[in-house]
Structure formats: C-alpha cells, structure tokens
C-alpha cells in the first residue's frame, strides 16, 4: 500500500508524488512528510565514527551521550542503551576517546532525528599509537619524511616564526633563550591551542599565514611536552601535510622524548626541546664575535704574509742585472745590431768584388772571341766585291771561303785590322798546302 493511500479521508490520486511536484494549492501532508524521511533514513546504513565522549547522562534502561571530533569543532548528540555501556570492561566516562557505529533514526511523533548507538568501544593508548605508526608508514611511503625535502635552516633569520600556546612556558623558554643568545632577534608569534580539538585547525592556520608572511624565515612550532593524548593534534595528518607544503623551514620543538610525534618526522629540524630550538635557530652572539675576531686576525695574518712575499719578490726582481743596469740590455743589442751591420756590408762587398771579378773574365772571353782580335792576329777576310753571288755574305759583301768561289780575274776587298783594300783574284793555288800552312800557323801563334 502507498502512503498516499495509508492517509485517511485522502484520495491517491490528490496528492502529489514527489516533493518537487507540491504546491501551495496542492501542498504534502505533514504526515506524509515525515513517513517519507523516516523511509529514507531508516535506509542509511550504520557508520562507525571516532570522537570524544563530552556529555555522558544515564536515564534508566537508556543514556544521552554528546560526541565531539577529534580535530574540530563538530559535536553530535547520540543516545545508547544501558546494556550497549555494561558490555564494557572500563566504565565510559567524560573526555574518553572512542569508536560508536552509529544508525541515524527518525521518530515521527516528534519530528527530531536521533543517533543511536548500537555499538562503543574505547581507544586506547595502544590503539592510538598503533594508529599512529600506521599513518607514520603511509606518510614514509609517501616520501614526505624523506631527507631530500628538508629544507636548511637560514644562518641568522631576519624574523622568527613562533606558533606556541598562549602565555606557555614553551614560549618564555624560546624568547628568552633566543634573545640570551642574539639580542636582536625578532619574533612573528601566533597564539593557538596546543590541544585539543580546535589545536590542528589553529596551528595549520597561523602556519600557513607565517608561511606567506614577507620576512619570516624560520617557524617553530613549540609545546612544553605532555601526555600522548595531549599530542594527539602533532599527529594530525593534516598538519603533517601542511608542514611539508611549507616553503619556509619549519623547526618541531615538543619537547616529548618518549613518543615522538609525526611533526619530529616532517620538521625540517627537530629539536628536543623548545630551549633546544632557542639555540638551534640563533647562533650564540658571544661566539660570533670571537669568529669574526678570529677571522680578522686569520685575514690580517694572510696580508702581511702577502705583502712580505711580494716585497720579497720585488728585492729579486730589482737585484736582478737587467733592472740594475737596465742601458746594458739595450747596449748589447746595440754591440748585436752593429756586428751584423759589419758582417752584412762584409758579405755586399765580397760579393760585389766577386761579380766584378767574373764580369772582366766574360769580357775578356768576349773581346778574345770577336772578330776583331782575330784580325789584330793577322787574318783577314776575303769578300767579293761588285756584288757578286756567294754562299755566304758578311755586311753586304759575299765572303770567300773556298778558291773556287774568286775565280781569277774576280775583284776582291779584303779586309784587315786596320782598314779594307782591294785586289783582283790570279786563280786557284793547292788548297791542301795552305790549310796545313795556316794550320801551322795557327800552332805558332
């Protein structure tokens, strides 16, 4: 059957189907309504939850307890049978962090929603940090506890981030340490709750705000120590992922040797306490001083020995012949430039006397071997005047060198040394007698 149907003095056909389809003049029943939200309710499974046990009030066969989150400001009312809190072996009481499977359900009469409790279980110490150590490897798997990503801490930070609770003990040990330590120190602090359930919320946001601040180089994030419970939010893997996404280093100061929490492992540094952070972040000014001292003393050594290797130095260079008598390099290159000058004019001389020599002796062959000088020795040479034809001719005239070439009565210019003459030709002689003749000659000669 319908819920339409189930209403008395109500036609089927009247109402709407869905909520989306009502109207002022054709509105749902009230009833209707609240059968339709506890059908839907009613079909929400249950949900195992985690909180802290705020309000506990026990009524009879029934109890009224208040839930609140762990890491924010959300409480939920609830309700739990009597038997469901007997079957604990501690009794439940204010402030216990526990696990509830909740069902949601819906009464009609009244219209109000209620969380029953239909199961509770306390965590305990070893629960939480089992807790812990499983986030501490997903984390670890995650690279975010790896060295690679820590940042150095600056040598002297211009500000100093300080995240501590308000008028803690944590926060006189940093100021005044760090002030002991460099007088001049500044701080940019940010006033949070260091537990509870509003404490990762406050830290991830004064966190993030010194994070973007211009001038801050170095956050610390200081708390005096405390029970497990109390650290739970230096747990938080939110926070966690805050730390690693910060650009400026961040410095954990918790100061919890026992149960070191997650914010040890993300920490650019960790310090042990928050007086430890004090001299971690600072340098000591006192010690400063004296190496800046000893570094003036350490530079001032180093220039005088400087300067006294390079006096020494310019002594040798200035005993030195070259710097002594500077004139004497220039003096034997002097003495150099006029010895070669000498032998070069040596070298032109011999070697213009040489050819001059070698031109007499060509001239001398030349004059022995011209015509000339063999006409001083007594030649002549016989041509044939009047132009007649011969089979040599010397300056115009045929020159005559057999006998048959003059026949007799042929005028002839024979010339000699010193002049030309004429004759006339008487015949042919023996030519064989006057070649020995003129070869005899020749040998006297």
């Not at 390079?310 to 002594?324: G, K, T």
């Not at 007649?388 to 007799?408: K, M």
Request: hydrophobic residues 40%; contains cysteine.
């Amino acid at each position: 059957m319908s819920d339409q149907a189930s209403l008395p003095g109500t036609a089927p056909s009247t109402l709407p189907a869905t909520a989306a389809e009502t109207t002022p003049d054709n509105p749902w029943p009230l009833q209707l309504l609240s059968q339709k939200l506890k059908a839907h309710i009613d079909r929400t499974p249950s949900a195992w939850v985690e909180g802290q046990v705020i309000e506990l009030n026990r009524r009879g066969s029934n109890a009224y307890l208040t839930l609140r989150d762990v890491d924010a400001e959300v409480s939920l009312p609830a309700s739990v049978w009597t038997k469901v809190l007997e079957r604990q072996n501690l009794p439940l009481e204010r402030g216990s962090r526990v696990v509830a499977l909740l069902k949601p359900e819906f009464w009609m009469k009244t219209g109000r929603l209620n969380m029953l409790v239909r199961d509770i279980r306390p965590v305990g110490l070893g629960d939480l940090l089992a807790r812990i150590e499983r986030l501490r490897q997903a984390l670890s798997a995650e690279g975010l506890f790896a060295d690679s990503r820590k940042k150095p801490l600056p040598l002297l930070p211009h500000r100093i981030g300080l995240i501590t609770g308000r008028d803690s003990d944590a926060k006189k040990d940093v100021l005044r340490n760090a002030a002991l330590r460099w007088p001049a120190v500044e701080f940019e602090i940010r006033e949070v709750a260091v537990q509870g359930n509003a404490a990762v919320s406050q830290v991830v946001r004064a966190l993030r705000e010194l994070d973007a601040h211009p001038v801050v180089d170095v956050i610390v994030i200081a708390r005096g120590g405390g029970a497990l419970e109390d650290l739970l939010p230096f747990n938080s893997e939110e926070l966690i992922r805050a730390v690693a996404a910060a650009a400026t280093p961040v410095v954990s100061a918790i100061g919890h040797e026992a149960d070191r929490p997650l914010l040890d492992d993300v920490a650019d540094l960790r310090a042990s306490t928050p007086t430890d952070a004090a001299k971690r972040i600072v340098p000591e000014v006192s010690e400063e001083l004296a190496g800046v001292r000893q570094a003036r003393e350490q530079l001032r050594r180093c220039i005088d020995r400087l300067v006294d290797r390079e006096a020494d130095r310019l002594a040798s260079l200035r005993s030195r012949p070259v710097l002594a008598s500077p004139e004497g390099l220039v003096t034997v290159r002097a003495e150099e430039i006029e010895r070669l000058l000498r032998r070069s004019s040596a070298a032109v001389n011999s070697t213009v006397v040489r050819a001059a020599d070698q031109l007499e002796h060509l001239k001398a062959q030349v004059r022995a071997l011209s015509p000339q000088k063999t006409l001083d020795r007594g030649y002549a040479v016989v041509e044939l005047s009047g132009g007649q034809a011969a089979p040599t001719a010397v300056a115009g005239h045929a020159v005559v060198r057999r006998p048959a070439d003059a026949p007799a009565g042929s005028p002839l210019s024979i010339r000699v040394a010193e002049g030309r003459f004429g004759a006339t030709s008487t015949g042919t002689g023996s030519p064989a007698a006057d070649t020995d003749e003129l070869q005899e000659g020749d040998a006297h000669e």
